[in-house]
């Protein structure tokens, strides 16, 4: 990477929303809490989000929320609350969004992540910010399973769409629209996202 282009990652400033706000209705029980590799998928997420450059990094919960809230007493993170998250998705995307513009009115771009994806990383996130350089464009978004998906970065003119957003398909409209205006990196470890008590199970059997 050119210094040019290093210097510009640096001053980019952009938060991370992780989304951990769902009943886990297929799992049976809370996966936020699911331990892999010795530690909680939230805290996962989180330990991926504090390890890239995003600043600040919010976890949004809804079901579970008096579960989920003690294994993130002791991290970094603003916790937002997202009282309508049985609407779905958009519901916790609004109170993510809402609490990063409170945080502060200077930031680049926000990247909205899931809790439930085990090959989410630091590196993920540094490789959308390096797709909006290289690209120019002003949303990037992970593609795997032949679409994009979460996690995606989103640039600062979005955040109002962001924060009207309704329905269970969250920002999916955005990101499967216009493809002039969305870039897209290639990341097929995503595909695998934890569900069911079967997904950890295949997903356990793969890396063993």
């Not at 951990?20 to 805290?43: I, N």
């Not at 609004?94 to 590196?123: E, N």
């Amino acid at each position: 990477m050119s210094r040019s282009a290093t210097r510009e990652l640096v001053t980019f400033r952009f938060a991370a929303v992780i989304l951990a706000a769902g009943q886990s209705s297929r799992m049976g029980t809370p996966k936020q809490l699911l331990a892999l590799d010795g530690q909680p998928l939230v805290v996962r997420a989180v330990h991926a989000a504090l390890a890239s450059p995003a600043w600040p990094v919010v976890v949004v919960l809804g079901a579970h929320a008096e579960k989920i809230r003690p294994v993130l007493a002791h991290l970094p993170v603003l916790v937002a609350d997202s009282p309508a998250w049985a609407e779905g998705m958009a519901a916790s995307i609004r109170a993510g969004v809402s609490t990063i513009r409170q945080f502060s009115r200077a930031l680049d771009g926000v990247v909205i992540a899931l809790c439930d994806q085990p090959a989410f990383s630091a590196d993920t996130i540094t490789q959308l910010v390096a797709a909006h350089h290289t690209s120019g464009r002003s949303i990037v978004a992970a593609h795997y399973s032949g679409r994009h998906g979460a996690p995606a970065l989103f640039l600062r003119e979005h955040f109002e769409t962001l924060a009207h957003l309704t329905g269970e398909e969250g920002a999916r409209t955005l990101l499967n629209g216009d493809p002039a205006r969305v870039a897209s990196v290639d990341f097929p470890a995503l595909a695998v996202d934890l569900d069911t008590p079967a997904d950890v199970a295949a997903h356990r059997s793969s890396v063993s």
